[in-house]
């Protein structure tokens, strides 16, 4: 049995690194229609807050995905799990400082696997699980550039002899639905991960006897994602809207559909996946599409090579804050 005062530090972690995940990747969602204006800034974060609560509480295979896939729940400690959680936020606070649109998934992965190796060895990672996992944070990206310049494609095909002023104009309209599709999408798979921690910490400690994520852990994190979205993600909106590449309207739409529609498929599957990721390469995709040359590459591989560093820096801060815990306890 664990000492409760540890399971609550665990908890309040959790909602925090949500809390941050939200106004972390609050830009993935809006970025694209703050930039187009089709969405007034104020208006796209309220948004993108109620879909987020909304898209938290649509299920919880994610959950079960983080929880019982990467270490058994069963044996590990609060310790392992606030050493964890410091990494990914660390890792979440210093991306969002410099404006680097990193993953908050591959952070949460990589502190949760650093921080178990600290404590047991690299033999109490479930590598079947792991590699399962990473292999979905890596094929999402593929599917959203792909799909992405795919949908941009069709669009060129279908409205390139219409006036782009007229075109544009109209996918204004659509894209706020695509912005909320893709909001929703965010919440339904980014809130069930620290649902995932927060469901581990109560079976190891014995408050529940199975893997089920109870109803107050659902609606606890949903409300702090909920609150962090409110709080907006600027840096990285910027990052996202408009140094990729000048984002009109009808490509904004063709982003947030096409990303929308990769992660809520990989919620519905359970697959832990990137928003960041997913969005950015959508954006990639449909820039390529549009003119190969005018997506700025430079900016592309700058996200790569954080993407690259995320899973091992998050580990690493999170095997230090771990071995902190141990000598002074």
Known sequence: MFSLWLIFVVILLALVFDYINGFHDTANAIATSV????????????MAAVLNFL??????????????????PEVISPLV???ALMGAIFWNLFTWYFGIPSSSSHALIGGLSGAAAAAFGFDIINWHGFIKIFAGLIISP????????????????LFGWSSPARINNKFRKLQRLAAAMASFAHGSNDAQKSMGIITMVLV???????F???LWVKMACATAMAMGTAVGGWKIIRTMGGKIFRIEPINGFAADFTSALTIYTATLLGAPVSTTHV???????VGAAKRFKGVRWNIARQMILAWLITIPSSGLVAAIFYAIFFIIS
């Open 35 to 46: 930039s187009t204006k089709a969405l007034m800034p104020r208006t796209a974060v309220i």
């Open 55 to 72: 898209g938290a509480l649509s299920g919880t295979a994610v959950a079960a995905t983080i929880g019982k896939n990467i270490v058994p």
């Open 81 to 83: 799990l606030i050493a």
């Open 142 to 157: 593929v599917i959203g550039f792909v799909m992405g310049g795919t949908v941009m494609t069709i669009f060129f095909w």
């Open 204 to 210: 190891g400690g014995g408050l529940i006897s199975s």
């Open 212 to 214: 089920q994520v109870p």
């Open 279 to 285: 969005v950015s390469s959508s954006i990639m995709g």
